[in-house]
């Protein structure tokens, strides 16, 4: 409780601490956005923005507030997790959640208000927007508009300039002059806003920031705070405070990151547009330089031009002037001639008449009239040719103006063509950036109001759930408050209950625990008793299902021994369950070291009592691997024979004892095991009066120790015949009899002598089945014989019969001594747990049910 009580509290300041940053985030956006959009709202905004007392400020401050309140939110709800984890209680985690619930539920209805505020906002912010759009298309249009009107004046200029005369063309050109530094004056003024722009945004990029700033303090304080927290020990509300200061600081840090991203979308932006408007100034002071360039030529070729006719009119004026000077003078000359003339008529007539010297001096003068006459035609045809070079000069000078202006004015076309071509160019960019950046504003805010939308819609949604969990956490908290108080008392109650009981139990538990210990003594005694009497314990083996058992695919496993009793076990035949009841029944994972039931029956052997211990089966079920095993896993055999020498050892003080071994093999006829002969054998009555079975001619072996017996049973073992049947690659062909016989000398009272038979039959085999033919079925002819007369003899000691047919084989009058009345008899059924072997496990089991019944009456110490 203390805990989800300190979790809310720390919720609610970190509430007053998220509104108060809100509110400082939007005063500080005020300051920036407030003077250029607080007068430019329209009716209708105002409309919206009316019952809303917030300052108004920029989407994406707001978004980002939003933003950060929504982080918060989340992180809230996970430390109150992390809450209900450290507690480990259902109940609590629920509280927790309902908490987180609350606390959320408080945190939307601000962010609901927040939302609205923020939607007037925007739409006071799209507003303005779009104002800036227009204003700054007209001012673009203006622009335009301006430099049209260069462009015309400067036509207008030339168009004049074609018509004025140099003079004139010198006045345009003062007026070009200008105009041009007119033009300077505008792009001075264009710099100018240009640099007071630059200087507004650096100013809001220093405001964000600043706020930047403020948010990194933040941080750092929560830092701090997380340290000394930190370094608080053990206390779990310093935990959870720590841990809700860490989400805030990562949140925070968020929300700077993202301010920052967001402050460098502006910086870029603005910049973006700021180089555009750069680059086209700078391509209109290119432009207008390149046009004074060229009226610089233009001018300085005019000027050249007027020189140039200046001086060819001055040359032109020197030489009429020369010209009309020398006609003026041949004119005169002519005349004063002209006025000689009567004088020189009348000497002529008197020359011809009077004097040859005056005819000779007529000569002279008609011939300088001749030369003086031939010089005035040179004269002539010098002033006409010089008048057709004038009119010549003048053709070309006006021909070479008109060819001039005429280049000129392409040129000058041609420039207005390029000029047309960059405006419309400059134009198309210019709308092209302007559409951009509305698209590029619209797409923004078409994402902040779809991610508005969303958050709307999840508010919308959220209510009704937080009510219902609302009414949930009112009456969960009523039942916590008084849940521990009930849990104590409950805990209380129980432990009492628990204590009581616990002592009650182990009070009875010690009645039953000594109940059970004389039941346990008394089924022991009775036990002991029943072997006592019947002498006879059959023990069944399961052999467990080998790779090579199953020769058919998919054969089931019919045989189960019951895991709860260890005397029954289960036959499935027909779709129907056959319970068979033993002395115990081996599980089919039962391993060699299991079978300890001989270990009683071996002390009794070295006590007086004839033991004989038997395998029976089916070929293949595993008698001969449960009677003798393997190098690494020994059977039976081994295993009694050990038991044997330890009690020997223990006892070696108070008896003396020696130990013989013979082994027979009963395979058609009787055999020794022990000799290389291979002589056949027969069973007689010994004739030292005891009444005993004897084999004459048998090789006994004293044994001296157990070492000694591993190496006689192997060469038992090597001796024996088996063969390979379908059922079993190496089927034993004969029944082994491996018979030790204990002399025991009390050192004290006297001599005693007591036989342990260990006996691994042949299997019983169906012919059919084991696929013997020839000699094999000749054997298992005998085998099964043999065994027939062993189940008649069992049968008739279970008929408690007078006559008992122990000599109808030699099998069963070999085992005469062990089988017979006072001695103590175990037989090892082993059957195959598998389907196809059903048949044969039936019998075998059918056969250990009869010996079971068998009684062989109380055991005897055979003594002498
Ligand atoms: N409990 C067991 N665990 C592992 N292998 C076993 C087990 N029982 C029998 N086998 C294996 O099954 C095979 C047949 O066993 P075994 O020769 O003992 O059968 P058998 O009853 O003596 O047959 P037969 O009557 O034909 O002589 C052997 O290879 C043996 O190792």
Not at 654 to 667: D, F, N
Request: net charge neutral.
């Amino acid at each position: 409780q203390e805990a989800e009580h300190v979790s809310m509290e720390t919720g609610s300041k970190r509430c007053g601490h998220t509104s108060k940053l809100g509110k400082k985030a939007f005063a500080r956006l005020q300051l920036d956005s407030s003077s250029s959009d607080s007068d430019e709202l329209s009716p209708s905004d105002e409309d919206d923005a009316d019952g809303t007392d917030l300052p108004a400020c920029t989407p994406l401050a707001a978004f980002l507030s939003f933003k950060q309140e929504a982080e918060q939110r989340r992180t809230s709800q996970h430390h109150l997790e992390t809450a209900a984890k450290i507690t480990d209680s259902p109940l609590v985690a629920v509280m927790s959640h309902l908490l987180t619930f609350l606390e959320q539920y408080s945190h939307f209805q601000q962010l609901q208000q927040q939302a609205d505020q923020y939607r007037v906002q925007l739409k006071r912010h799209r507003v303005q927007h779009r104002r800036q759009m227009k204003a700054l298309r007209a001012s673009y249009r203006q622009r335009l508009k301006d430099k049209k009107s260069i462009i015309t004046s400067l036509e207008e200029a030339f168009s004049q300039q074609q018509t004025q005369s140099p003079q004139s063309e010198v006045e345009s050109l003062y007026g070009l002059q200008s105009e041009r530094s007119r033009l300077r004056g505008e792009l001075r003024l264009l710099h100018s806003q240009l640099e007071q722009k630059d200087k507004d945004r650096y100013s809001r990029i220093q405001a964000f920031q600043q706020q930047i700033d403020e948010l990194k303090g933040c941080i750092e304080e929560r830092e701090e705070e997380l340290s000394r927290l930190r370094t608080a020990s053990g206390a779990t509300d310093s935990e959870k405070r720590v841990l809700c200061l860490t989400a805030e600081n990562e949140s925070l840090k968020q929300s700077l990151s993202v301010t920052q991203g967001l402050l460098q979308q502006l910086s870029t932006i603005p910049s973006q547009s700021s180089n555009m408007i750069m680059k086209e100034n700078e391509n209109l002071r290119s432009r207008v330089q390149q046009l004074e360039m060229s009226l610089q030529q233009r001018a300085e070729q005019l000027s050249n031009l007027e020189r140039h006719s200046e001086a060819s009119e001055w040359r032109r004026g020197e030489e009429l002037r020369k010209r009309e000077d020398r006609v003026r003078e041949l004119q005169l000359e002519l005349d004063r001639e002209r006025a000689k003339d009567p004088v020189v008529k009348y000497v002529t007539q008197t020359v011809e008449v009077e004097s040859p010297a005056t005819l000779k001096h007529l000569n002279k003068v008609r011939q300088k009239n001749e030369v003086l006459s031939e010089k005035l035609g040179h004269q002539n045809e010098r002033c006409k040719q010089l008048e057709e070079q004038i009119r010549k000069s003048d053709e070309y000078s006006c021909n070479l103006q008109h060819k001039q202006i005429a280049a000129y004015e392409r040129e000058i076309s041609s420039l207005r063509e390029q000029l047309l071509r960059e405006i419309g160019h400059l134009e198309e960019r210019k709308e092209e950036a302007v559409k951009a950046a509305a698209s590029c504003s619209a797409e923004h805010f078409q994402n902040l109001q779809d991610q508005f939308f969303g958050l709307q819609k999840r508010l919308t949604s959220l209510p009704p759930t937080l009510r219902s969990m609302k009414t949930d956490y009112a009456s969960l908290r009523s039942q916590v408050r008084n849940f521990s108080d009930f849990y104590g008392s409950a805990i209380n109650e129980a432990k009492k209950q628990i204590s009581a009981a616990i002592t009650e139990m182990s009070e009875a538990n010690k009645d039953l625990l000594e109940k059970y210990r004389k039941e346990v003594a008394l089924r022991r005694k009775y036990h002991e008793q029943l072997v006592e009497l019947k002498n006879i314990r059959v023990l069944c083996r399961v052999k467990p299902v080998l790779k090579e058992d199953q020769h058919e695919e998919g054969q089931s496993v019919v045989v189960t021994p019951d895991p709860n009793n260890e005397s029954s076990l289960t036959i499935l035949n027909k779709g129907k369950d056959r319970i068979f009841e033993l002395d115990k029944v081996f599980q089919p994972q039962a391993t060699q070291e299991e079978f300890q039931e001989i270990e009683p029956l071996v002390t009794s052997c070295i006590d007086g009592y004839h033991v004989c211990i038997f395998a029976y089966g089916q070929t293949g079920s595993g008698k001969t691997y449960t009677m003798e095993g393997s190098v690494e896993n020994p059977g039976i055999n081994k295993r009694a024979l050990k038991q044997l020498f330890n009690v020997i050892e223990d006892r070696k003080d108070m008896w003396s004892y020696s130990v013989t071994v013979s082994s027979v093999e009963i395979y058609n006829e009787v055999l020794d095991l022990l000799s290389k002969d291979g002589e056949k054998l027969d069973i007689k009555i010994n004739p030292d009066g005891t009444g005993q079975l004897h084999v004459p001619g048998l090789r006994v072996i004293e044994v001296r120790n157990f070492q000694h017996i591993k190496k006689i049973l192997a060469t038992a073992r090597r001796n024996r015949v088996t063969f390979g049947t379908q059922m079993n690659q190496h089927s034993s062909r004969s029944h082994a009899l491996l018979c030790v016989t204990v002399e025991g000398i009390d050192l004290a009272t006297g001599s005693k002598t007591t036989k342990l038979n260990l006996v691994d039959l042949a299997g019983s085999e169906r012919v059919w089945k084991s696929g013997a033919e020839g000699e094999r079925l000749k054997e298992a002819q005998n085998i099964n014989r043999s065994l027939l007369a062993l189940g008649d003899v069992i049968q008739a000691l279970r008929a408690r019969q007078t006559h008992i047919p122990f000599r109808n084989s030699r099998l069963t009058y070999l085992l005469q001594d062990s089988l017979g009345k006072g001695s103590k008899t175990v037989m090892v059924v082993q059957v195959s747990a598998l389907e196809s072997n059903l048949g044969e496990t039936l019998c075998s089991l059918k056969f250990a049910q009869r010996v079971c019944k068998v009684e062989l009456g109380p055991a005897a110490r055979k003594i002498e």
